[in-house]
């Protein structure tokens, strides 16, 4: 008898989950909607010509070795890193009051900063957007903080509830972490405009409170890296400290190389240099140190000059394809003239819509139709080709009327 034979089965992760169903389903025109990777319009994963380039050097260069990285990771990796996300002339990178840690990835760079303010922050309540992405509140728990929710979407308008955003942030308890999505909130693909980030940001300085920014789509949700990273240059800018999560899972197709790193601004290079030595003790106990490869691969494109320029167009090429696929479902739906607004596919940005269909119906078209989703109704735009629309378009159609 097993002495573990008092473990009960735990749920599939509600988001992993729909892959391991759609796996699961013969159909040959079943579709996933689930996953948030990009495929191409043939619905294939790709990996981005830079990242072949710059793998194919690092692998005929005799001298690299396999070597530990220092508790911290790859310096070049996180000075480029910090770069990428504040803006090559940032005063704050300037001052030396940055320090920036190698994590697993957008969520182990999200769990080492929460980690660390668990341990060394006077306040431990975290307020995240809702709805959010599936892991943040599993994952600030787990790192001892104790997580409560602002408004964030309006279902009336399909758009953002910014009147509620900012009575939540605004009676929010002086000192509290609020979790922000630095650009193409997911699931709700519904991003606050520059103005009114600006007036979220005046009453989080007003009320000290600390952001933590959930960077995970740079690049990807206006094709352009400066202006998906100006809310956080925002905040930056005022001089204030706050925390970042960088993801290059999506903007460089890393996914499963595990690239990302954490980069706590802070007010002076005193305190950055004491918070980067308790990052350490956080991270050494977890994993040691991070892997190399992946993070070899990210410092290789962001040093050169051509690589980079090359990636910025490849970046680009995938935003326009999923706004391009935004078109297409939209016209599709309207072509089919089924009921309801659906404007909000084309206003919504980044990899996911958020389409508004209820749990019953996302039920209903993957019984009825094979295709896949959460069952809050979000739909990937980058698993949809030009081949899948009328396929989508047509579950979409029968399930609302
Ligand atoms: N934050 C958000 C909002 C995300 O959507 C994701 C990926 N789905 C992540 C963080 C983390 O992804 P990863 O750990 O793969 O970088």
């Known amino acids: 008898n097993s002495v573990f034979s008092h473990?009960?089965?735990?749920?599939?992760?509600?988001?992993?989950?729909?892959?391991?169903?759609?796996?699961?389903?013969?159909?040959?025109?079943?579709?996933?909607?689930?996953?948030?990777?990009?495929?191409?319009?043939?619905?294939?994963?790709?990996?981005?010509?830079?990242?072949?380039?710059?793998?194919?050097?690092?692998?005929n260069d005799r001298s690299r070795v396999k070597e530990y990285l220092p508790i911290t990771g790859l310096a070049d990796f996180n000075k480029l890193s910090a770069k990428l996300i504040f803006g090559a002339d940032s005063p704050a990178i300037q001052e030396n009051r940055v320090t920036t840690?190698?994590?697993?990835?957008?969520?182990?760079?999200?769990?080492?900063?929460?980690?660390?303010?668990?341990?060394?922050?006077?306040?431990?309540?975290?307020?995240?957007?809702?709805?959010?992405?599936?892991?943040?509140?599993?994952?600030?728990?787990?790192?001892?903080?104790?997580?409560?929710?602002?408004?964030?979407?309006?279902?009336?308008?399909?758009?953002?509830?910014?009147?509620?955003?900012?009575?939540?942030?605004?009676?929010?308890?002086?000192?509290?972490?609020?979790?922000?999505?630095?650009?193409?909130?997911?699931?709700?693909?519904?991003?606050?405009?520059?103005?009114?980030?600006?007036?979220?940001?005046?009453?989080?300085?007003?009320?000290?409170?600390?952001?933590?920014?959930?960077?995970?789509?740079?690049?990807?949700?206006?094709?352009?890296?400066?202006?998906?990273?100006?809310?956080?240059?925002?905040?930056?800018?005022?001089?204030?400290?706050?925390?970042?999560?960088?993801?290059?899972?999506?903007?460089?197709?890393?996914?499963?190389?595990?690239?990302?790193?954490?980069?706590?601004?802070?007010?002076?290079?005193d305190v950055a240099g004491r918070v980067e030595s308790q990052l350490k003790l956080v991270i050494r106990p977890m994993y040691s140190n991070p892997p190399i490869h992946g993070a070899s691969i990210v410092a290789f494109i962001l040093k050169d000059r051509n690589l980079y320029n090359e990636w910025t167009i490849e970046l680009k090429a995938m935003a326009d394809r999923i706004i391009s696929m935004r078109r297409q479902l939209f016209d599709a739906l309207r072509a089919r003239g089924t009921p309801g607004d659906w404007s909000h596919i084309i206003k919504q940005i980044g990899m996911f819509t958020f389409t508004g269909l209820n749990s019953a119906q996302v039920a209903f078209m993957t019984k009825e139709y094979h295709i896949y989703m959460t069952s809050d109704g979000r739909i990937s735009m980058a698993g949809l080709s030009s081949k899948t629309v009328p396929h989508l378009a047509d579950a979409i159609h029968a399930a609302v009327t």
């Open 7 to 59: 473990v009960v089965r735990a749920p599939e992760d509600p988001i992993l989950g729909v892959t391991v169903a759609y796996n699961k389903d013969p159909s040959p025109v079943k579709l996933n909607l689930g996953v948030g990777a990009y495929r191409t319009d043939e619905g294939k994963p790709l990996v981005l010509n830079v990242v072949r380039k710059a793998e194919q050097q690092l692998v």
């Open 101 to 269: 840690v190698q994590c697993l990835s957008g969520t182990g760079s999200l769990r080492v900063g929460a980690e660390f303010l668990a341990r060394h922050y006077h306040q431990r309540t975290i307020y995240i957007p809702q709805p959010t992405w599936g892991n943040h509140p599993k994952v600030f728990t787990l790192a001892g903080l104790s997580v409560k929710t602002y408004r964030y979407y309006d279902p009336a308008t399909r758009g953002l509830n910014f009147q509620g955003l900012l009575e939540d942030i605004g009676s929010a308890p002086s000192g509290a972490i609020v979790l922000l999505h630095a650009c193409a909130h997911n699931p709700t693909g519904v991003d606050p405009t520059l103005q009114q980030w600006e007036n979220i940001r005046k009453l989080m300085r007003s009320k000290g409170l600390l952001p933590f920014f959930d960077s995970a789509y740079q690049g990807f949700a206006s094709g352009s890296l400066d202006s998906d990273a100006k809310p956080v240059r925002m905040f930056v800018a005022d001089g204030g400290e706050l925390l970042v999560a960088q993801s290059y899972a999506k903007n460089m197709g890393l996914y499963g190389e595990r690239v990302g790193a954490l980069s706590i601004v802070c007010r002076n290079a």
